[in-house]
């Protein structure tokens, strides 16, 4: 699943390099659109695009998506997410217990709230979110001024307001629930970059966040590659490896043991 306004022809090094380890491997590799495909997008008569989506809506997007795997013969899928479409994955696995997934993957799962909290300041967010709020009282599908971005004023609180559906990374808040995260039961893989520009803490410490908080999953796997940012250019043949370490597992093996998978999270518990 792409990433914030982007769409599925996007980072196309990153796909050659992940389609050829992942056929090779006997591994089939599906990248699709979502409705929050570039800025702005049109939906029949509705606009749609990062600027307008509901991230509600993206349960219906990803359920087609793997719906269309299973058609064409696959019965087993692993949901990989980008940054957004990290959110996403994890949502529509809480969301839905869905058994046809055998695995999670959150590529550069980093909080919005948290990477705008680093680049304007908190009090400056919760003064945006506040007019935001007000702007959409008015009209949702509104857009927030121009200096904040392109988005509807709907878009930018379910982007920056804590507690939205979208939060589902909220490690910027000491106390926070994490739901989505420990409502599920799969393995789950989260990989950053040790350089990702959006981060506010070190990356060890954003692993360690997501893997206390991922009590119920089968197992962790927590993974920094170095050198690499939000996008992973120029990393991309270390993910592939990291990728390809985390799923051929989960793909060729039969199911893990309790046993077996917590001395996988053991084994994985620190980067890499």
């Given at each position: 699943?792409?990433?914030?306004?982007?769409?599925?022809?996007?980072?196309?090094?990153?796909?050659?390099?992940?389609?050829?380890?992942?056929?090779?491997?006997?591994?089939?590799?599906?990248?699709?659109?979502?409705?929050?495909?570039?800025?702005?997008?049109?939906?029949?008569?509705?606009?749609?695009?990062?600027a307008f989506e509901?991230?509600?809506?993206?349960?219906?997007?990803i359920r087609a998506?793997?719906?269309?795997?299973?058609?064409?013969?696959?019965?087993?899928?692993?949901?990989?997410?980008?940054?957004?479409?990290?959110?996403?994955?994890?949502?529509?696995?809480?969301?839905?217990?869905?058994?046809?997934?055998?695995?999670?993957?959150?590529?550069?799962?980093?909080?919005?709230?948290?990477?705008?909290?680093?680049?304007?300041?908190?009090?400056?967010?919760?003064?945006?979110?506040?007019?935001?709020?007000?702007?959409?009282?008015?009209?949702?599908?509104?857009?927030?001024?121009?200096?904040?971005?392109?988005?509807?004023?709907?878009?930018?609180?379910?982007?920056?307001?804590?507690?939205?559906?979208?939060?589902?990374?909220?490690?910027?808040?000491?106390?926070?629930?994490?739901?989505?995260?420990?409502?599920?039961?799969?393995?789950?893989?989260?990989?950053?970059?040790?350089?990702?520009?959006?981060?506010?803490?070190?990356?060890?410490?954003?692993?360690?966040?997501?893997?206390?908080?991922?009590?119920?999953?089968?197992?962790?796997?927590?993974?920094?590659?170095?050198?690499?940012?939000?996008?992973?250019?120029?990393?991309?043949?270390a993910l592939g490896?990291?990728?390809?370490?985390?799923?051929?597992?989960?793909?060729?093996?039969?199911?893990?043991?309790?046993?077996?998978?917590?001395?996988?999270?053991?084994?994985?518990?620190?980067?890499?």
């Amino acid at each position: 699943m792409h990433g914030l306004g982007s769409s599925f022809s996007s980072a196309q090094p990153l796909i050659r390099e992940l389609s050829t380890r992942l056929t090779a491997a006997g591994i089939g590799y599906f990248k699709f659109n979502n409705r929050g495909h570039d800025v702005v997008a049109r939906r029949g008569k509705h606009l749609a695009g990062a600027a307008f989506e509901r991230f509600g809506q993206s349960v219906e997007d990803i359920r087609a998506m793997v719906g269309f795997a299973v058609t064409c013969g696959y019965g087993r899928v692993i949901l990989a997410g980008h940054s957004t479409g990290a959110n996403k994955v994890l949502h529509y696995a809480a969301r839905t217990r869905d058994r046809r997934l055998i695995g999670l993957v959150l590529l550069g799962p980093i909080s919005d709230i948290a990477g705008e909290m680093k680049r304007i300041g908190g009090r400056e967010l919760r003064r945006r979110v506040a007019r935001a709020e007000r702007i959409a009282s008015r009209d949702p599908e509104s857009l927030v001024p121009r200096a904040w971005g392109v988005w509807s004023a709907r878009r930018y609180l379910s982007l920056y307001r804590p507690g939205e559906a979208e939060d589902v990374f909220p490690y910027y808040r000491p106390n926070a629930r994490w739901a989505a995260l420990r409502g599920v039961r799969l393995p789950v893989a989260a990989i950053v970059g040790s350089r990702d520009e959006y981060l506010d803490r070190r990356p060890a410490e954003l692993i360690g966040a997501f893997e206390r908080n991922a009590t119920r999953a089968r197992s962790f796997t927590g993974i920094v590659i170095p050198g690499a940012r939000h996008g992973f250019q120029g990393r991309e043949h270390a993910l592939g490896q990291a990728l390809l370490r985390f799923i051929r597992p989960l793909a060729g093996g039969p199911a893990m043991s309790d046993h077996s998978a917590r001395v996988r999270r053991r084994a994985w518990s620190s980067t890499r």
